[in-house]
Every structure is written in C-alpha cells, then in structure tokens.
C-alpha cells in the first residue's frame, strides 16, 4: 500500500479538506485541481503561485476542452514556448502512452504487478500506458503543476485512473519502500539534483524493485526530434544551456545537464543500487510516417547493443537507458 509521508521529515499526515497538515513539522501542503502539492522547491521556469494560478486555468478550460485541445491552448497562452516548437513537440506528446507501453515492454515491465510510480510525468503518457494498459497501479510525480492539469484531462479521457502528486524529484512524499517498479523518463537532465533523485527513487522501491530511468535532451534546438540530440551532447556541460540559448534566442533559458554513460553508472551506484545497467537507449517514434527516419530508426534499435555499436554509442551517448534493481 502506497502511504503519502510529509517530503520534509517524512512524518505522518492528517487530511483536512484540501489541504495535508504534517503532525510532527506543521507544514501544509494543498490539493488543487485534485493534485497534492508536496513542492519544497518551485519548478525552475514558473514560481509556485504563478504556476499553480496557470493550472487552475486550465482546468477551468479542461471542462470544456479535451486533451489534444487543451494542450494546444497551453502552448497558445505560453508565449516562451514558440509555436514552431510547440508544433514540434505536441505529436510527441500526442505519442507519449504509446512510446510509455513500448519502453516497458522492452524493458520487461509490461506485466504489472503492484504499484509504479513515474517520476517527471509531465502530461501523464506513461500513467495511461501502466495503469490503462498493463495493469499497474500508478502514480504520476512532476514538478511542474499545470503539465500534470493537463495531464489529468489526457487520464479522464482515456479512462484510466492514476494519482498524479505534484512534488520534486529529489523530496518525494512517499514513505520507504512503497513501489514496485519506478520509472523516470527523460527527467534526469532536468532535474536539479539528480544523485538525489536518484536516491529517492531507490528509496520508494521496495526490495527487488525494477528502476528504468532515460534521459535525453528534449528541448534541443534542431527540428529533427532525435538528430537534435547529438548537437547538445558534445558541448561542454557548462555550456549546454548557453549553446541552446544561442540557437534559440525566443526562448527561455532552459536547465540542461547531460551526463556521460559512466557518469550516470557511477551516480546510480552511489545511489544505492549494487549496480546500473546502462546502455544506448532505443528510439521510439510510433507518430512518424513511414519511410526513411523510421527505417533509420529500426537500424539503430537493432543496432544498438551490437558489440563495437553499443561503445561507440556510449561514448557519443545521444540517449540512455538505465536499468536498475534495488
Ligand atoms: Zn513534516
């Protein structure tokens, strides 16, 4: 049974209406929109209040709009996120359960057992894919509010029950030992602290556990979706976010940190975990058309893992997949 703990010092929490009191510190932290909001840090481009305030819009909207809709009207009111971007990523989010059911299948997390908690869910892709269609029972975590609003109209639509809690990566509100599997998709990179989200991570699981965590850059400035991995990678991580700034002026400066295969091995050890598979990830991308990008694509998955391939992209390291068991 998964039990919601106070992010801070872990204490026990009383329910009020719409709001969790912890017993032991007093911190409050509120139920909006049907999300619990455990933050104990704000989301790195919008402040709490501001970001909370956008949510409750939208699910003011989310009444009368669905999913596709509502995330079209979130990039028309979000002047940072320009609209030639925006027309790149929706069909990605679009895509998102269906890529979610295909990196668990490939990672053998297909059959659901118990309780799966996604860590970074954003607009819950991964949700629909356990809980709709492989029987978990799953919860969403995201730092950011009005992402997992949105998400909690894609949920409705689809049918699909999942908790979504809106709370950092590196402080989660979940007693010890509370899930089966964790996931975390393209999340690492942005996330603050990652050696303590990863310990998080590892705390939640119970003995046993299976970790699948990837990362990539998302928000790299080239118009090819997987391409546009390479360019960030090869820059010096300081410079990461300089380099997509310089690309892309009209934007706000993102928090990008990628990390080296053997780097990420070392931090999941140092996590906890005895030991962290990491390999180059496979690319899933079920809404492009037939053709050329998904004959390259077929290549490179049956590639990847070939002897002499798997070192040279591991060195290069566009994407990682990373498998752990706590
Ligand atoms: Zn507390």
Known sequence: MMELVCPQCRGELKTEPDVYVCEPCGRRYPVL????????????YIGIEEDRAKGERLWESAQRMRFEELLRHYYDITAEDPP????????HSLAEPEIAALALRESGLAAGAGELLDIGCSTGGMLVAAAGRHGWRATGVDVAFRWQVV??????????EARLVCANAEWLPFADESFDAVTAQDALEHVNEPLLAAREGRRVSKAGARALWTTNNRYAPLPEPHLHLWGVG???RAWQARYVGMWRRDTHPYSIRMRSGREIRRMFREAGYAEARVTPAPLFAPHWPEGAGQKSLALYNRLRLKPGVRQMLAG???????????
């Open 151 to 160: 998400g909690r109209a894609r949920l409705r639509d689809a049918g699909v």
């Open 234 to 236: 090869y820059v010096p």
């Open 84 to 91: 030639d971007l925006a027309a790149h990523w929706i069909p």
């Open 316 to 326: 290069i390291g566009p994407r990682y997949w990373v498998e752990a068991s706590r």
């Open 33 to 44: 929109c049907g999300i619990a909001d455990f933050r104990l840090r704000r989301d790195p």
